[in-house]
């Protein structure tokens, strides 16, 4: 079969798919061909077991700057926007309450530090007190023998937030009203793996076991895999893919009733373990993720291994990025712990004293290994800058092909990546966007405003919340360091330019 294209996207991920939606929606582009190697949607890390459901907003994500919140709110409103436009609730996408929690004196201090200053981004997040998460979330606060947790405790979270979706289903509806856009062309290949992409004279020719497609503009959204196209067409020769599987712990009935964070040691470049409602699987918890390099770029399936080392492109250079890695402690205990959390048998008995951070009565009988349900992270490695790159890389080689790789938030950022990637497509091929009804249909219009809310209500309530944490902590015991001037824990790692953002305007 020989067929011609003026967009062809690689992968029917969420990240292929939100492109094929974006481009047929808002673009005068009139064909697009989207070709997937295996034989359904979203089969890999967009699928409902391979990630934790999250839509990062930025307010329970501990690591997250202010700036990254921010841009990470705004993509995160695209996924929300999407869709309640088509009436997907409870189908696609789901409300829980959400928390991000601080245990002990530390972490106590650093949330509501963080609390200050975000919640002017974030004005539904609230500060939950141990009798508040007595109520919301009490199986954070009561041990085996019905005793609350000594340590002191704070949630900063939300109710009634859109929190969680079912990207796999969500990839699905995406392409189903991409084929619905009127005069477009929108056709899905599945089964088809692009075997080769070839560079032509105006046009790329993908190459897969029975077909030619030609296309003008191609975009690879192949997960870990689209490094490794890239560099056999030698693009993007100074990255190298490092693939970080998650796994997950599945209890055996729902026992969080939303989504539970916990402080992130913001060295550590995974978000920390928490645990969230399965929403394809009753709601029962899930925990996780850990973080283990495999050898491979693909969970559960066969193969991928070859594919693994020629994008790796193993030198001194990454010797020397994984032995910096290794130098610091943290991240070298972090790395150990996550071996040891697949190793069948001490797994359970290892991963559970982990959970109990947050659930300090749950019992070995509550928990399992969540066998098939995890993905790989397609982490870059920066051969240039000899680092390993936290978020996600997009190669765009100027002359019609660009090259996504999709770590987390990369379910979240969907829509807007796939509107970063229109921008350099239309330019290309001359075509047009049409940004009003793009931003009408997908842009949150308070988003910018919320930055402006007056500090100074919130100060005054802040100091009735720390005044009440202290008095209900007495009970327990008497920190002397609590009456202390605490505030620069952690050196604030999620607002490196605070006192330069003082004078902006948003
Ligand atoms: C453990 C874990 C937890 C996560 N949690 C979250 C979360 O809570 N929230 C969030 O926003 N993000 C999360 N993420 C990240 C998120 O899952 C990914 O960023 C996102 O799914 C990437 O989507 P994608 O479409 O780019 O890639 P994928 O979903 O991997 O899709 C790539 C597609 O390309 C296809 N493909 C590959 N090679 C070829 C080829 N040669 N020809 C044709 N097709 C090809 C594959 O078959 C696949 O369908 C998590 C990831 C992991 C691993």
Redesign the pocket.
Known sequence: MNKKYEVAI????????ALAYELARYTDIKSICI????DD???????EK???????FGDIETNYTFEKAILTKQAAKMVEKYCLQYNLENEVIFSHQKMALGIGDKEVEFMLERYEEFKSLFPNLQVWTKEDLKKIEPRLIYDFDHKERKERIVGVGSIGEWTTVN?KKM?ISLIENAKREKNKQVDLFTN????DITKLENQFLLT?KDKKIYADFVVV?????SLY?AHKMGYGLDYSCLPI??S?YMTVKKILNGKVYMVQNPKLPFAALHGDPDVAQNGNTRF??TALVLPKLERYKNGTYLDFFKTLRFDRVILKIFTDLLKDSDIRNYIFKNILFEIPIINKYLFIQDARKIIPSLKMSEIKYAKNF????PQVLDKNKQKLMLGEASINSGDGIIF?M?????????LANAKRDILQIVKFLNKNFNYEKFENELIDKEHFDEVKINDENHKLFMSKIREEIRLFEEKYYYSSSYTEDLPDYWEKPYSPWRNKRDHWSF
Do not use: D, M, W
């Open positions: 690689i992968g029917a991920g969420i990240s292929g798919s070709l997937e190697k295996y949607i979203a089969t890999l890390n967009s699928s391979a990630n934790s459901q999250t839509i990062h990207y990839s088809s793996e692009v075997l897969t959204n192949a997960g870990a895999h196209l599987a998650g997950f996780g993720p995890g993905g790989v992270r996504n999709t770590p987390s938030p990369g379910a979240t950022s969907c």
